[in-house]
């Protein structure tokens, strides 16, 4: 069984700063992509940046050059570095992880990042 934990969400204001953390704790397969992705009402979950355990990254277009996504393997830890953070990046953020062998998901609770004009 897997269990992912996120924290660092929050209320900032356009042009600001936010680091969302994840932290994976259970049977963790070495082989993996965590990642990102965010939702608001209506809409459909969207991949907003994914890093494989190897450290190959990638990003959805609209958040290029303002979020970096990292890993510390050895706490089985994923970060979201949000920077110049932007009103239509309100959303709720969920953490994601993917075991490649066996294809299984799992999800986090989500987290609300409401970002103010």
């Known amino acids: 069984q897997v269990h992912l934990v996120e924290s660092g969400g929050g209320l900032v204001q356009a042009g600001g700063s936010l680091r969302l953390s994840c932290a994976a704790s259970?049977?963790?397969?070495?082989?993996?992509?965590m990642g990102w992705y965010r939702q608001t009402p209506g809409k459909q979950r969207e991949l907003v940046a994914s890093i494989s355990s190897r450290g190959t990254t990638d990003y959805v277009d609209s958040v290029k050059g303002r979020f970096t996504i990292s890993r510390d393997n050895t706490k089985n830890t994923v970060y979201l570095q949000m920077n110049s953070l932007k009103p239509e990046d309100t959303a709720v953020y969920f953490c994601?992880?993917?075991?490649?062998?066996?294809?299984?998901?799992?999800w986090g609770t989500g987290t609300l990042v409401t970002v103010s004009s």
């Open positions: 994601h992880l993917f075991f490649v062998l066996g294809s299984v998901h799992y």
């Open positions: 259970g049977s963790i397969y070495s082989l993996n992509v």
